[in-house]
């Protein structure tokens, strides 16, 4: 059996954004969050069932605040005392995890849509997405970016403006498959801290062929600090 666009979207491989059923399934998820973005603040109750409508599975006291913003919502799980601030922004072709006590400052986004660099691949609405994961005990600070294929630790603390990118794009347009290095993702261990205005990515460009990636996979092991303004590179363990 063939598999459809939306099996190919969930084991990572390329995939076409415009498979059935995806706009109808985008709609219910955008008029979930309008509903929530204008219930009364007071009025938790409400507030708690329509998060539960939205999301793939709550845990207990769940806390959310104005303006939340989703692709699909029902690939977003988040466990107990799940925290978030104003304006976060979650895109979820792939499934995106929390774990238990994740507090998520304001304006920040996870995205596990990846796009590739050449022009006519996007056009024709070609994606791949890979999941992030948070543990538990977690605290991302306002304003951090996460992108695909992304894992983070239980008792991890990240400042804001922190910017976390992996990478790893189809390379010519008639190789849908051909060029792309599966796999390239970043995990941050256990007991981990990182300071403000840190970028970690996984890629790096050839100088003679920009659609050319060479990437490599980054691992921060268990009790790190990283201080302020850091850059981490490809291939760093």
């Not at 051909?178 to 300071?195: A, D, F, R, S």
Request: aromatic share 10%; net charge negative; glycine share 10%.
């Amino acid at each position: 059996r063939t598999m459809t666009e939306l099996e190919k979207c969930q084991k990572g491989l390329l995939y076409d954004t415009a498979f059935p059923g995806r706009e109808e399934s985008h709609l219910v998820c955008a008029d979930l969050c309008f509903a929530y973005n204008h219930t009364l603040p007071s009025d938790m109750k409400r507030r708690e069932e329509l998060l539960c409508k939205l999301f793939g599975k709550v845990g207990k006291n769940p806390y959310v605040e104005p303006n939340i913003f989703c692709g699909f919502g029902w690939n977003i799980e988040v466990g107990d005392s799940f925290f978030a601030n104003n304006n976060c922004v979650f895109v979820d072709p792939g499934k995106i995890t929390f774990g238990d006590y994740v507090f998520i400052g304001p304006q920040c986004g996870f995205y596990t849509a990846e796009h590739p660099l050449d022009a006519q691949q996007r056009d024709a609405g070609l994606e791949v997405a890979f999941p992030i994961t948070v543990g538990s005990h977690v605290w991302i600070g306002g304003s951090t970016t996460v992108c695909p294929g992304v894992t983070i630790g239980d008792n991890v603390l990240l400042a804001p403006n922190v910017a976390i990118y992996t990478a790893g794009h189809p390379i010519h347009p008639e190789s849908r498959n051909t060029g792309y290095e599966y796999g390239i993702g970043i995990t941050i261990g256990n007991n981990v801290q990182i300071g403000p205005h840190v970028t970690i990515v996984t890629d790096n460009h050839d100088f003679h062929d920009r659609y050319v990636l060479k990437c490599r996979s980054i691992v921060l092991e268990d009790n790190v600090w990283i201080g302020a303004g850091a850059t981490i590179m490809p291939g760093v363990r």
